[in-house]
Nanobody
């Protein structure tokens, strides 16, 4: 599975941004998660979509502001982020997992994209 994240940029607090993750290769029945790593911080899980999109998981820090969705016909997974805050500044990575339904551990993900930078100014 190959993943390519895009859509990052520099925005102001309160703005919205949609990230995309294009998947290719053996993409059948893979769960996809979005992680982020802020300056000086560990990589953390943001959201997960099950392989068919029927189940989702969100970290408490983004719940209510972020929506993960996927278009399997286009092999693309999206992360819509609204009401962005400076603390959302990070490199955002999409990752794929063949384990379970909503894997939440970083070690469950065997495939990673290259990351896209999101910077939120105050």
């Amino acid at each position: 599975v190959q993943l390519q994240a895009s859509g990052g940029g520099l925005v102001q607090a309160g703005d919205s941004l949609r990230l995309s993750c294009a998947a290719s290769g053996r993409t059948n029945r893979i769960n996809v998660g979005w992680f982020r790593q802020g300056p000086g911080k560990d990589r953390e899980l943001v959201a997960v979509s099950s392989w068919d999109g029927s189940s989702t998981y969100y970290a408490d820090s983004v719940k209510g502001r972020v929506t993960i969705s996927r278009n399997n016909a286009k092999n693309t997974i999206y992360l819509q982020m609204n009401r962005l805050k400076p603390e959302d500044t990070a490199i955002y990575y999409c990752a794929a997992s063949e384990f379970g339904i909503l894997p939440t551990r970083r070690t469950d993900y065997g495939y990673w994209g290259q990351g896209t930078q999101v910077t939120v100014s105050s």
